[in-house]
């Protein structure tokens, strides 16, 4: 019996950048085909001549639809979703009014439990494939998220927000149970499965000198993984981190100083950088996250994607859910070419795709994994609808290539695009 499938439809992966070679970069086939064999990509090319050579393989035909690598998602906060799209505040106050109330509710196993699966089917109909997001101070917000995710065969990446002060008793933890629970988090989840933990520190305001020391030191002994915390998203928090770490040269230094600084850091936002940080970030070779739709929801500014990128470093694409105002990959891309041009640099289809796939998964450091088409990548997949509303149709019909034909889905599209999604092979049930 066979286990091949072979999908058939438009195809679309890269073979580099198109932030180093352009458009180039990308292959796309109007009639392509993806072997899929064990939950992996086997073999990619034209459709007719694939199942010509493989004729025992199950065809399934996606028709017009574009064929490309699942979105990946490099940073959110899976608690906040049911409080997404929250009205009238800005960053710290946001923090207070509606985040750290609703992060207080994790610590219930069974409402962490509901709203890990109710995540995880959002984003999966909106095309996402792969998350790295934040959990709360619970351990048990890791479990419910973890859990989820390894029963959907799921690649995760995700870790237990650490904050010892700066937020109400009750979220609170220590230096010491921080270390000790993302200690045994990483015994009990890293690498089961498709599943890695992320150690995360909220950011410098909400944790203590000890306890960021504490997570520096717990990184020492597992330089394997990822951190990931938050880094200059509005200017107001730059001045309170500055007045909490008098001693520290800047924002990033609060980091630095405390042994939170490297190639696996994951540094969520990067908007108001001063030329020391941004020097320090590309010397380590650090990932920042640009998370726009978030940046414009709070006010927080505008990210430097050309300059940033031009200096060499990884930069990955986010919702930031729930500060973010969408689950969906493409209101992301959407909001990600506003800012450019508000910028000044107006964004090419194929940059903003690639970011949303290939450029978050180099810096999430699991390129080798997925994030394209290529034979031997996790068979992370999804179809997009470039025709999905009338008001898409009618402009994609104009269109002279396929860049054309993407770029109104890009920017006006949503979950209804997204037409099919399959994870490691399997397709998903359509809610
Ligand atoms: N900075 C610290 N915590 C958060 C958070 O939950 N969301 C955003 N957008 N910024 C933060
Ligand atoms: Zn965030």
Sequence with gaps: ??????????????????????????????????????????????????????????????????????????????????????????????????????????????????????????????????????????????????????????????????????????????????????????????????????????????????????????????????????????????????ALYPTARDYLDTYEMHGLLGAGGLYGHAIHLEPREKDRLAEVGAALVHCPTSNTFIGSGLFDMAGLVARGLRVGLATDTGGGSSFSMLRTMAAAYEIAQLRGTALHPSQLIWLATAGSAQALGIDRHVGTLAPGKEADIIALDLASTPAIAQRAARAEDLWEALFPTIMMGDDRAIKAVWIAGQAMPRS
């Design 1 to 242: 019996m066979s286990h091949d499938t072979l999908l058939l439809g438009q195809t679309l992966s890269f073979d580099g950048s198109p932030f180093d070679s352009g458009p180039a970069a990308a292959t796309h086939r109007t009639h392509g085909g993806i072997l899929i064999r064990d939950g992996r990509i086997v073999d990619t090319g034209d459709g007719a001549t694939l199942r010509a050579r493989n004729p025992q393989a199950r065809i399934d035909d996606q028709g017009a639809a574009l064929l490309c690598a699942g979105f990946i998602d490099a940073h959110a906060h899976y608690p906040q979703t049911a409080m997404i799209a929250s009205w009238g505040k800005r960053l710290i106050d946001w923090l207070n009014t509606y985040t750290f109330p609703e992060e207080m509710r994790f610590e219930d196993p069974d409402y962490a439990a509901e709203i890990a699966a109710r995540y995880l089917d959002l984003t999966a109909s909106n095309g996402t494939t792969t998350i790295c997001s934040y959990c709360t101070i619970h351990p048990t917000s890791v479990d419910a998220l973890m859990g989820a995710a390894q029963a959907r065969g799921q690649r995760l990446l995700a870790g237990k927000t650490c904050m010892d002060r700066n937020a109400p008793e009750g979220l609170r933890d220590t230096a010491q149970s921080a270390y000790d629970d993302s200690k045994s988090l990483i015994a009990r989840w890293h690498g089961k499965d498709r599943l890695s933990y992320v150690i995360t520190p909220r950011f410098s305001p909400t944790s203590t000198p000890g306890q960021l020391a504490a997570l520096g030191t717990l990184w020492a002994e597992h330089p394997d993984l990822l951190m990931q915390t938050h880094l200059s998203e509005q200017t107001d928090e730059i001045a309170w981190v500055k």
